[in-house]
């Protein structure tokens, strides 16, 4: 059955989650290889790629308020095993079964569109479909069979992916800003570093030269400082230990 095939590929794809994105990096650095500023300005190619920040933020803050209302065994990095001791069906969760996903979708898009090369946001588009549609099976095949008519009922009326405009339900638990700490600080150096990165190729291809603008100099310095200051109290202190 293709249903039970995609299942134990999302399987598969699951426990290897933090590592497969990274083979979006072969289709990136050919596009870079004949990358040109934004309509032949580097002025507007600074201006989209601040443009593009904003989309990798808005991910972030997608991840950030759906971690923040959750339960401790749910909607976790874990990729072991699959594991949920409730059904999330408010928040995010009320919009779209996968909020996490389309936030992780976001943050990447927003650094693949840096250069804005329209044949490479259509291939990351297509392999983030064929990576995250087999996740996701294997995820509800779980899901459905710990939580049965309740997941039913909640998935039949709820969106895989594109949240609706309609039916928000507000979180049922209050907001706690520990979890978000302690969980999303990888990814804010992860933005920091990408688009540092980034900003450096675009010089190098672009006008072979060798140079950062200062402004994403500063942005990956904090984006490093909240990291460091983050993983130091996660590690040698309780302070963000999920109350």
């Not at 759906?66 to 065994?73: A, H, K, L, Q, Y």
């Not at 927003?110 to 250069?115: A, D, E, H, S, W």
Request: aromatic fraction near 14%; glycine fraction near 6%; proline fraction near 3%.
């Amino acid at each position: 059955m293709i249903a039970e095939r995609m299942a134990r590929d999302g399987a598969w794809l699951f426990r290897h989650r933090g590592i497969l994105p990274l083979f979006l990096l072969i289709p990136g650095l050919w596009s870079l290889s004949h990358f040109q500023y934004f309509a032949d300005s580097h002025s507007v190619q600074h201006v989209w790629d601040w443009i593009c920040l904003s989309v990798s933020v808005f991910g972030l803050i997608i991840r950030a308020t759906t971690v923040g209302f959750v339960d401790n065994g749910t909607s976790g990095r874990n990729t072991a095993c699959q594991i949920a001791t409730e059904l999330n069906t408010t928040g995010w969760y009320s919009v779209v079964r996968n909020p996490l996903y389309l936030g992780n979708f976001l943050v990447t898009m927003g650094i693949i569109m840096v250069p804005a090369d329209l044949s490479l946001i259509a291939i990351t588009g297509c392999l983030f479909w064929i990576y995250y549609e087999r996740i996701i099976s294997a995820e509800e095949e779980f899901l459905s069979q710990k939580f049965g008519k309740a997941y039913g009922a909640w998935a039949s009326a709820t969106p895989v992916f594109i949240p609706r405009l309609s039916g928000w339900v507000a979180p049922s638990r209050s907001f706690r800003m520990r979890m978000v700490l302690r969980r999303e600080y990888c990814a804010v150096l992860l933005i920091g570093i990408a688009f540092l990165l980034l900003n450096f190729l675009e010089h190098v291809v672009a006008e072979q030269r060798y140079y950062v603008d200062s402004a994403w100099v500063i942005f990956f310095g904090c984006t490093l400082s909240i990291f460091l200051t983050l993983r130091t109290l996660k590690k040698k202190t309780t302070i963000l230990n999920p109350r």
